[in-house]
C-alpha cells in the first residue's frame, strides 16, 4: 500500500504537474477507471429502463429494474458438494440453471482491457500485463471458488481471506514468478475497488432506523475509533501507526472494507492490512457464534440484542447470521444498524487520509507539511471514493425511481467488479509477501491486545448506547418501527 | 529455499487444499446439523461471508418495507 511510486517521489522534488499527474499518478487513474465503469453501469440501466420509467407515474409502487450488463458479469457462485457448481447459477426468472462462466469471462475482459490501458498511460508495458493477468485472474478465480464453499462462507470466512492464501502459497513455496509481476497491482485494483464501493455508500439510508441507528452507528463507533488509536500510541505504544489505525477501523466500523478503505487512505503496508484482516476474520467467527448465545442466555430482549451485534461484530455477513439466530427483528435491527455503520466508511476513509497528510507525515526535516505539499499527498482515489458517494446518494433521492435505478446499477455490475478487483488485489498481496515479514508484526503481542482492548470497550459503549436509544429514549418509535 | 523443495511443498499444499474442498467440506456440508443450518441460512437470504450491506439479499426485503412505509 506504501509503494506507489508517483507518491513516493514526492518528498524529493521533481513533482509532475498537476495534468499530467492526473494522467499518469496511480491515485488519479483508479478515480477515472473507477468513474468510467459507474458512468457506463448507471446509464447501461437508464437506457435499457427508459421506456418503462417514461411510462410510470414518478410515485407509487416500486418497480423491479435489472442491469443489461448482469448476464456479462458474474463472480463464481456459491457450492455445497462440487466445485462446479460454483459455476451455475439458478436465475429467479428460469427454472434451469444458468452458466456464470460467460459472466466471468466478461469481469476479466472489462478489467482486463481497462487495466491495460492505464497500465500504458503510466508508462508500462501492456503487452507484459495482457501475459500476467489471465494467471492472476485465475487464481483470484480459484480463491473465491474456496470462499464459495458453503460450509467456508457460513462461517465468514471471506474471499479476501482465501485470496490472500492462494498468493501465499506460491510466493511462499515456488517463489512468485517474474512475468507475473506486471499484473501484480495491489494499490491499483483496492483503489478502483474503492471508487465503486463509494456508490455503494448511499447516505440517505442512513435514517433507516432513525436517531438510535444514528446514535448507535455513528457516535459509538467513532469514539471507540479514536480511543483505541489513542491507546494503541499512548499505551501499547505500537510501533507502527498505520498498523494501529487500520486495526482499530477495522474492529469499530465493519472489517475488511473499512480495513482495506483506511489502510488505503493512510497507506500502510501490505502486511499490516493482512494482518489486521486475518484478525479481524478470527474474531468474528467467534463473536457471530458466542454474542447470540450469551444473549439467549441471559435473556436479553430481541431488539436490542440485535442492535448490539450490529454495533459490535465486524462483518456484515456474520451480523445478519448472528441476529437471525435470535429471530427476525434482531436479523431487521442487527443488518440495520449494521448497513448504517457501513456507510461510515466513507467519512472514516475520507478523515484518515486528512489526519495522515496532516498530522502525521512529516517533511525530512520533522516538520509540518505545507498546504501544497498536503494537497500532492493527499491520496487523491479519496476523492473519487466520496464523490461517487455524493453523486450516487444524490441519484438515490432525486431522480424518479432513484432507488430502483441505483439499486439494479449496483446490483447488476458495480458489485461485482468492486469484488473482483478487491479479490485480485488480496491476491497480488499474497503473491508480494513473504510469511517472514509477518513475524515482526506479531512480536509481543500488541495487535492482539489493542484488538481485544478496544473491542472490549466497543461491546460495553455499543451494548449501554444500544439500551439508552432502543430500549428508554425512542423505545415507541422503534416498536413501530420493527413491529 | 531450492526449486524443488519449493515444488514440493506447492504440491503438499495444493493436494491438501484439494482434500478439504473436494472430500471434507462437502461432506461436512452433507452432515445432518450442518446441513440444516445450511439451508436455513439460505431460506433467510442470508450470507454470513457478506463483506458490505450490498451482498445481504435480505437488506432488498427491508429496504422494500421502508419504502412502503415512506411512501
Known sequence: MDDDPTQSDSQFGDRPRLPTEMRISEDWLAVWCGGLLLA???AAVWWS????LSELPSTGDAVELSSPLEAWLA??????SSPLEAFTK????????????PGIFGAFVVIGVLFALATQLRGNSARDFWIAFPFVFLLATLAYVMAEHSVVAAYNLEYALWALVVGLLISNTVGTPKFLKPAVLTEFYIKTGLVLLGA???MSRLLALGLPGIFVAWVVTPIVLVSTYIFGQKVLKMESRSLNMVISADMSVCGVSAAIATAAACRAKKEELSLAIGMSLTFTVIMMVVMPAIIKAVGMDEILGGAWLGGTIDSTGAVAAAGAALGDRALEVAATVKMIQNILIGVVAFAVAVYWVTYVEQDPAGNRLSKMEIWYRFPKFVIGFVLASAIFSLLYVGLNHGPELVDATIKGSTKTLRGWLFCLAFVSIGLETNFRELRPYLRGGKPLLLYVCGQTLNLSLTLFMAWLMFRVIFVGSINQMVP | MPKQTG????????GLIGFAWLLLLPWIAEQPGMKSHLDWLEAQQI???AMYYTELDVMEKFHQQRRKISH
Not at chain 1, 90 to 101: D, G, Q, W
Open chain 2, 7 to 14: 515444488m514440493k511443498r506447492l504440491m503438499a499444499a495444493s
Open chain 1, 200 to 202: 455503494e455508500v448511499l
Open chain 1, 75 to 80: 463472480k463464481p457462485g456459491s457450492w455445497r
Open chain 1, 90 to 101: 439458478i436465475s429467479s426468472s428460469r427454472t434451469l440453471p444458468i452458466s456464470t462462466i
Open chain 1, 40 to 42: 457506463v453501469s448507471f
Open chain 1, 49 to 52: 429502463n427508459a421506456q418503462l
Open chain 2, 47 to 49: 450470507n454470513p461471508s
